[in-house]
């Protein structure tokens, strides 16, 4: 098996990966689109995706989960603990400007302004760790993974600098192939897609079988549909397994209320889920 990540070596989407799965080979893509092309392409080659972020929310993923529909097997929720880096030699007072991506900026800004660094926005945070191990510059630090210090021989100044400490991203691990796990008693997650039929109060009416059944929805989100204003698709995550007999219930009801439905996986709950 092979992992496809968007970004370049040292981001945290490579860096969850590694930690996922010890020693798997993984796969650069310069986009989320071709990150997605890549792994419905091969059934050996899954993509990692970050679908949300626990302070800054969703990542904007959607519209790819909907165009390639390819499997999810696995959620796992990675922390993303920020560090501020430099080149070897250079310490904490000598940095001036700092460079990453928006939203890691973002999480440390208090770090940010308490030590009158300067924020300078870049592509990513891999990326940012790359630009700086080759200016070669003491004044110049940047916020990255751990692994993109190691990567790129660059020195770790200060761990952990994010505003909140309690930093997680939701990753999906998604493939060409469907794979469904059996009913057991754990925790799972049923993931799908959905349009509805262009009636009135079609929503409300499609999701009261969720309610009469008595499963919980963790997740709903509308998206346009490409080049309209008026037709949406909704995302949505329920908790429970396609074989349980209230689930079963529950998407019989909202397909018929449906122009399309598709179920994108059934997979184990992460355990970070009962922590909160």
């Not at 790359?130 to 200016?135: A, L």
Request: net charge neutral; aromatic share 12%; proline share 2%.
């Amino acid at each position: 098996m092979k992992i496809a990540y968007q970004g370049i070596a040292g981001s945290y989407s490579e860096s969850c990966a590694k930690y996922m799965f010890p020693g798997v080979e993984t796969i650069s893509c310069k986009t989320f689109d071709e990150c997605f092309e890549t792994a419905s392409s091969d059934d050996d080659i899954r993509a990692i995706i970050p679908e949300s972020n626990k302070t800054t929310g969703n990542i904007g993923v959607e519209y790819l989960i909907f165009k390639y529909r390819l499997n999810i097997y696995e959620e796992f929720f990675f922390p993303i603990d920020h560090n501020l880096i430099g080149v070897k030699g250079s310490k904490l007072n000598d940095i001036k400007n700092v460079y990453s991506h928006a939203q890691a900026l973002s999480q440390a800004s208090k770090f940010l302004k308490k030590n009158n660094f300067s924020a300078n926005v870049r592509a990513d945070t891999a990326g940012s760790a790359k630009y700086i191990s080759e200016e070669n510059d003491k004044s110049k630090g940047a916020i990255a993974s751990k692994l993109s210090a190691e990567i790129y021989n660059l020195e770790i100044l200060k761990e952990k600098i994010q505003d909140d400490k309690d930093n997680f991203t939701r990753f999906l691990i998604m493939g060409k192939e469907i794979i469904q796990p059996d009913l057991k008693k754990k925790n799972y997650i049923t993931s799908l897609l959905f349009k509805l039929r262009d009636k009135p109060a079609a929503l409300y009416s499609a999701l009261s079988g969720f309610a009469i059944n008595g499963v919980n929805m963790t997740k709903l989100q509308s998206f346009p549909e490409k080049n309209s204003f008026s037709s949406f698709f909704f995302l949505c995550d329920i908790d429970g397994h396609l074989d349980e007999k209230k689930i079963k219930n529950s998407l019989e009801e909202l397909a018929f209320h449906c122009e399309d439905m598709h179920v994108l996986g059934v997979y184990k709950a992460h355990e970070f889920r009962e922590k909160k």
